[in-house]
């Protein structure tokens, strides 16, 4: 849900964009990050975590904790917390954890 008419913020009259998430075609509000769009939406879990198979979602929210990354334009582990939503971008859920060793022998 966006507010439209906050009592202390005022009128919201950021204008309304589309974006993807998991092809599911979502309203966001220009300069929301991909998180607060997704959750602007109703939709909390973003992921789920490599070991558990647990849901993922936003935790810290300020890019400190990788619980909320996501697949950007196919860029993975993307921090969906401090990236702001644009037009037309297509969003996934990651379901696994980073592979911080992908490239180790290419050098
Ligand atoms: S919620 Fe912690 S990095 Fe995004």
Redesign the pocket.
């Given at each position: 849900m966006h507010l439209t008419n906050h009592p202390v913020l005022g009128k919201d009259d950021r204008k309304t964009i589309q974006f993807y998430f998991n092809n599911k075609l979502l309203n966001a509000k220009e300069g929301q990050t991909i998180?607060a769009a997704i959750m602007a939406n109703g939709i909390k879990k973003m992921g789920v975590s490599r070991k558990l198979q647990q849901s993922r979602?936003?935790?810290?929210?300020?890019?400190?904790?990788?619980?909320?990354?996501v697949t950007v334009d196919g860029l993975e582990h993307v921090?969906?917390?401090?990236t702001l939503v644009e037009e037309g971008m297509e969003v996934y859920s990651n379901l696994s954890d980073p592979d911080v060793r992908r490239g180790e022998n290419e050098y």
């Open positions: 998180a979602g936003l935790f810290c929210g300020v890019g400190r904790c990788y619980s909320c990354f921090l969906s917390c401090s």
